[in-house]
């Protein structure tokens, strides 16, 4: 079921995504050599409870599986869901992608960044480029009276004209009093199910995910972490969007401004 949120709600939701930015920040700041993941996780995990909030994610439950950790780290081919490893440990070049949840005073936000670390291939480059433009793309579709497929259509128009291939079967999502909310939001037109309509009061956490050599992924034996099934290098990135009589207004922040 989509929930509605109110104005009340709304003020809510915009200091959830005020924290979640600025940890997203701090986060882009330890992207250098030999910090590992894991100290990015302790990181925003320690921030996120100095502001009065909790992390979205720790101790997050689906399918019997518990998730103990407060962030999610994915480098190069990982696509989404990534442990945040002591072992994970940044060398350039490469790619890393922060995805947080906050969770203050009943309401939640979802943002997710990717970092480049080094002189990454040009090629790596464009993804991120084209992966923001999709990011940017979908919002901009998600206006009253539009569909859940004009927001997936947009996110495989940009990747398809870069050349690029939005992930199968994860999908962005409803987001606010859950972490977790209808509608499901496909990044690739082929897991479109339900097409409802976009109403004003709805909360998306819209979030590309698009990988350079196909939309296959896999998940591994960890039960989480999701990369691409060919080993290509996958790009993430996410906002917290409201849609208003007017439009779609972005919660969360534009780490790169």
Request: aromatic fraction near 8%; charge should be negative; include cysteine.
């Amino acid at each position: 079921m989509v929930i509605l949120k109110s104005n009340t709600d709304l003020l809510g939701l915009r200091e959830a995504a005020r924290i979640a930015s600025e940890a997203l920040r701090i986060a882009k700041e330890m992207v250098r050599e030999g910090v590992s993941a894991a100290d990015i996780d302790e990181a925003l995990r320690d921030f996120i409870f100095s502001q009065g909030a909790e992390p979205s994610f720790l101790n997050y439950e689906v399918e019997g599986k518990v998730y103990r950790y407060s962030t999610c780290v994915s480098i190069n081919n990982e696509v989404v869901h990534g442990l945040p490893l002591r072992s994970k440990v940044f060398k350039a070049p490469m790619l890393v992608k922060v995805d947080v949840g906050v969770y203050k005073d009943g309401y939640h936000a979802d943002t997710a960044w990717t970092f480049s670390l080094g002189k990454v291939p040009p090629r790596i480059r464009t993804l991120m480029r084209a992966t923001k433009e999709a990011l940017y793309a979908a919002i901009e579709e998600s206006r009253p009276g539009n569909r859940i497929s004009d927001v997936t259509y947009a996110i495989y128009r940009v990747a398809r004209r870069y050349g690029f291939y939005p992930a199968e079967t994860v999908t962005g999502h409803g987001v606010g009093l859950e972490l977790h909310e209808d509608p499901v939001i496909p990044n690739n037109p082929k897991d479109l199910d339900k097409d409802g309509r976009i109403r004003p009061r709805m909360t998306l956490a819209i979030e590309p995910m698009i990988n350079v050599g196909t939309e296959r992924i896999i998940t591994l034996s960890d039960g989480w972490t999701i990369v691409t099934a060919d080993g290509s290098w996958s790009a993430h990135y996410e906002h917290t969007v409201y849609i208003s009589e007017d439009g779609p207004e972005i919660l969360t922040e534009d780490i790169d401004g």
